[in-house]
């Protein structure tokens, strides 16, 4: 598989280019600044500078074309003020997807959140607006035609992964390691008669590719 990666340098986006590559997969990665393009390269994966936000519809495509996935990984992570919220989480994948129909690629992997997300915890204006944002960014991808996955994980935490999820249409929302995240997209990705779907992923117990399978097992998935 070609895999284009927008989010690369995030602890998702990095997980996942590199668990790709080292199965045997072709990973572009695009990144914001040519600074962070050589690092990619020395692990094998290519990179474009880009930036979801502010290029154009058709640059995009053009880093697109020829790859045979787009995953969205990126967050503006409440960094750089509610207007980059609106235009990276919220936007974004809209706009990936229409650089997608020019460059003729139709599967799509969303990292989005799960809707509760602690929110009990933390109901701060920021993350509201996120929330809000990341939600009106899967319902314009649920209206594509494209073969499309979106996957809410848990609380995102760095311990190395255990190779062990809960996935599945709806799950408490607990947390998950980033790596486990990773693994779980890329069994997604090599089973693309799952699509079309909204999955929730967390800490769990079941082997991830055992887990991949119970969805079309179970018929939760297409
Ligand atoms: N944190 C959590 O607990 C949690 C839980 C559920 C879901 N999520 C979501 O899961 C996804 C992955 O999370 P993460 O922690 O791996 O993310 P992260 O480490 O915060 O990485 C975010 C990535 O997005 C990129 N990015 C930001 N603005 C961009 C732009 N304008 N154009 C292109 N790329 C841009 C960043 O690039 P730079 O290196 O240039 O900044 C970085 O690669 C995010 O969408 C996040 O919202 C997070």
């Known amino acids: 598989m070609k895999v284009i990666i927008v989010g690369v340098t995030g602890g998702v986006g990095v997980r996942v280019a590199r668990g790709l590559t080292a ?125 499309w996955i979106i996957l809410r994980p848990s609380a995102l935490i760095n311990e190395p992964g255990v190779g062990t999820v809960d996935l599945g249409l709806a799950k408490v929302h607990e947390e998950i390691r980033r790596d486990d995240v990773a693994d779980t997209l890329i069994a997604l990705m090599e089973r693309p008669e799952i699509r079309r779907s909204i999955l929730e992923v967390t800490g769990g117990e079941t082997p991830i590719a055992d887990a991949v399978t119970a969805l079309m097992s179970s018929g939760k998935a297409s």
């Open 23 to 147: 199965r045997g997969h072709q990973v572009t990665g695009m990144v914001r600044r040519s600074g962070q393009a050589s690092s990619l390269e020395r692990e094998g994966i290519a990179a474009v500078v880009g930036d979801v936000a502010t290029d154009a519809v058709e640059t995009l495509a053009n880093f697109i074309r020829g790859h045979d996935i787009v995953l969205f990984t990126a967050g503006a992570g409440g960094r750089d003020g509610p207007e980059a919220t609106v235009a990276v989480d919220g936007d974004g994948p809209a706009k990936v997807v229409a650089a997608m129909k020019i460059a003729g690629v139709n599967r799509f992997y969303l990292v989005s959140v799960f809707p509760e997300a602690w929110r009990e915890r933390r109901m701060d204006e920021d993350f509201e607006q996120y929330m809000v944002e990341k939600k009106k960014a899967e319902t314009q991808i649920t209206l594509t035609d494209l073969d």
